[in-house]
């Protein structure tokens, strides 16, 4: 099993520009969360999706955030545009559906917005 | 609305020692509780869950936790820390939305 992938590692970008991360969660898993982790602010959820569809975006902090996820095995959040204060380190999470099902976690995406 | 406090930023121990790590939290309902560790450039990896059932949890790399209700409390534990145990650990509680919510980490310091 390959664990939950994210690409790129790291993104270092000049404010203004358009990021775009992206995730591949553990297959067969019908959850995927989207993080984001500063020293400020810890780690915070901005977005999850159940079986594709966005359930809960209310940790997304403004519209210039935006999180798709057209298939199972794919997910992609976009910044537009970047901003200094969105750099952090981005993670990716996918469960199993079910009462004791754990969130298995990418290595996360550095980004640094210039 | 649910919380976790983690109220020990840092510690340090010695190679060989006993750890402690103290997480507090605050949730209506029954809590689904985690821990997890995170070495540096890594992303996170769980070390133990406690569900429901006997309140002392055993994990991997020798960890345990032990769920007390009347404290509101899920501290971690290690009998002797060995130096790659040096990384940040994060409680988390799980709401019935399936949505963690993390505390703000305790860093592991272990000297020589």
């Known amino acids: 099993d390959a664990g939950v992938i994210q690409s790129p590692r790291h993104e270092v970008t000049e404010m203004g520009q358009e990021v775009t991360l992206r995730c591949k969660p553990i297959s067969g898993h019908d959850y995927l969360f989207w993080y984001r982790q500063t020293m400020m602010r810890g780690l915070e959820l901005l977005i999850y999706?159940?079986?594709?569809?966005?359930?809960?975006d209310s940790g997304m902090p403004e519209d210039r955030f935006s999180a798709k996820m057209p298939n199972a095995s794919f997910s992609t959040l976009k910044i537009q545009p970047s901003e200094p204060r969105d750099s952090a380190v981005y993670f990716c999470a996918s469960r199993l559906a079910g009462v004791l099902g754990e969130q298995f976690f990418g290595p996360g995406t550095r980004l640094t917005v210039l | 609305a649910q919380s976790v406090t983690q109220p020990d930023i840092h510690i340090t121990v010695s190679e060989g020692a006993s750890l402690e790590l103290r997480c507090n939290y605050s949730?209506?309902?029954?809590?689904?509780l985690f821990w997890y560790v995170q070495s540096p450039g890594q992303g996170l990896q769980l070390l133990l869950k406690?569900?429901?059932?006997?309140?002392l949890v055993q994990g991997i790399k020798g960890f345990e936790a032990e769920f007390k209700r009347s404290q509101s409390s899920f501290n971690l534990r290690k009998p002797s820390v060995h130096w790659s145990d040096a990384a940040e650990y994060f409680c988390a509680l799980r709401s019935n939305d399936y949505k963690l919510s993390f505390g703000a980490g305790t860093t592991v310091t272990v000297r020589a």
């Open positions: 949730y209506g309902a029954t809590p689904y």
């Open positions: 406690y569900f429901s059932g006997d309140t």
């Open positions: 999706f159940n079986n594709n569809v966005p359930i809960d």
